[in-house]
C-alpha cells in the first residue's frame, strides 16, 4: 500500500493549509488514517488520526484548530488545518493501518510533506 501526500506549503501564522492523502495499491481495508508530525529535534508525534467508523483522536494541541477527515470511496484522509501557529511547523507524515489484500495487517507511510508557518 503506497500513501501519496500533498498540501504542504509555507503560510503565516493564523493562516489554513488542507492537506491531503491517498492511497494506492492492493488491500483489503483500511481501518485508521492519519497524521503525523516531526519538527527538527523533536519525536514524530500523532497530530490527528480517523477509523473507518468515524472516530477521531487528535493531539491536545491542535484540538479546536485542526479536522481530520476522509473519503472513503477515494481512500484519501485531509487535515485541514486553520489558525496554523509557528510551533506547528513541521514534516507531516499521513499513514494507514489496515489489511492488505491476502489480509495480512499493514502500516504505511506516506513521504511527508513540510508545513512552514511564518511570517
Known amino acids: 500500500v503506497q500513501l501519496q501526500a500533498c498540501g504542504g506549503g509555507l503560510v503565516q501564522p493564523g493562516g489554513s493549509l488542507r492537506l491531503s492523502c491517498t492511497a494506492s495499491?492492493?488491500?483489503?481495508?483500511?481501518?485508521?488514517m492519519g497524521w503525523y508530525r516531526q519538527a527538527p529535534g523533536k519525536q514524530r508525534e500523532l497530530v490527528a488520526a480517523?477509523?473507518?467508523?468515524?472516530?477521531?483522536n487528535y493531539a491536545d494541541s491542535v484540538k479546536g484548530r485542526f479536522t481530520i477527515s476522509r473519503d472513503n470511496a477515494k481512500n484519501t484522509v485531509y487535515l485541514q488545518m486553520n489558525s496554523l501557529e509557528p510551533e506547528d511547523t513541521a514534516v507531516y507524515y499521513c499513514?494507514?493501518?489496515?489489511?492488505?489484500?491476502?489480509?495480512?495487517?499493514?502500516?504505511?507511510w506516506g513521504q511527508g510533506t513540510l508545513v512552514t508557518v511564518s511570517s
Open positions: 480517523l477509523t473507518s467508523g468515524g472516530s477521531t
Open positions: 495499491g492492493r488491500f483489503g481495508s483500511i481501518n485508521v
Open positions: 499513514n494507514a493501518d489496515g489489511y492488505d489484500h491476502l489480509w495480512k495487517p499493514f502500516r504505511s
